[in-house]
């Protein structure tokens, strides 16, 4: 089974993500993992990445498709993936449509996580993550045992700064411009089924489960 699980930040994505390859014994493929990856192992790519990322520019979408391409390579994607973080605009989709073509892999099912404005500003303004190992917590949701202190690994608990109430507004407009051609873009390909992914976290598991059957 090979999904693509799209959605505005603080959808809830990434943790979907893990536990939905989980309960189908699939590799769980995230943009994000795979870009700290490559630089925190100072392979070329990651190199490559680093130099963007420390002047404050995007990596471009030529360099993550090359991870993409790698990535895609593994032995443990054989039995398939749930794919988080990426495309997020149509030059991404292209580009990944062209990554899968070389992989002779087929999309089986696209899955938008669909959420509320409110609610993803609530999650995402009370997040807090680790500044050791990136795991993250919340304030109201999933408070860590001890007060700015990670329940992990004892690292420091911080906000990001993309994570301020007015910062996720903004965060929020840009994307729906952009989602908008891409959720019409795998509508066109029957592929796409919209959740509302507002609910609780394992009633929105369960449905995504049985969309895979």
């Not at 304030?139 to 700064?161: A, F, H, W």
Request: aromatic share 6%; net charge positive.
């Amino acid at each position: 089974m090979h999904i693509i699980l799209l959605g505005p930040p603080g959808a809830g994505k990434g943790t979907q993500a893990k536990a939905l390859a989980e309960e189908l014994g699939v590799a769980h493929v995230s943009t994000g993992d795979i870009l700290r990856q490559n630089v925190k192992d100072s392979t070329v790519l990651g190199k490559e990445a680093k130099d963007f990322m420390e002047r404050g520019l995007l990596v471009p979408d030529e360099l993550m498709a090359k991870m993409l391409k790698e990535r895609f390579s593994q032995s443990d994607v054989r039995k398939g993936f749930i794919l988080d973080g990426y495309p997020r605009n149509i030059a991404q989709a292209k580009t990944l449509e062209e990554v899968f073509s070389l992989k002779e892999i087929s999309v089986d099912l696209v899955v938008y996580l669909d959420s509320s404005d409110g609610v993803i500003i609530q999650r995402l303004s009370g997040r807090l993550v680790c500044s050791k190992c990136g795991a993250n917590f919340h304030i109201k949701n999933m408070p860590p045992k001890k007060e700015g202190v990670c329940d992990k690994c004892g690292g420091t608990l911080y906000q990001r700064s993309d994570d301020k109430v007015e910062t996720i507004k903004k965060r929020l407009e840009v994307y729906k411009k952009e989602a908008a051609d891409l959720i019409n873009y795998y509508q066109a390909q029957n592929k796409l089924h919209r959740l509302d992914a507002d609910g609780e976290a394992k009633a929105v598991l369960g449905q995504m489960v049985a969309l895979t059957k």
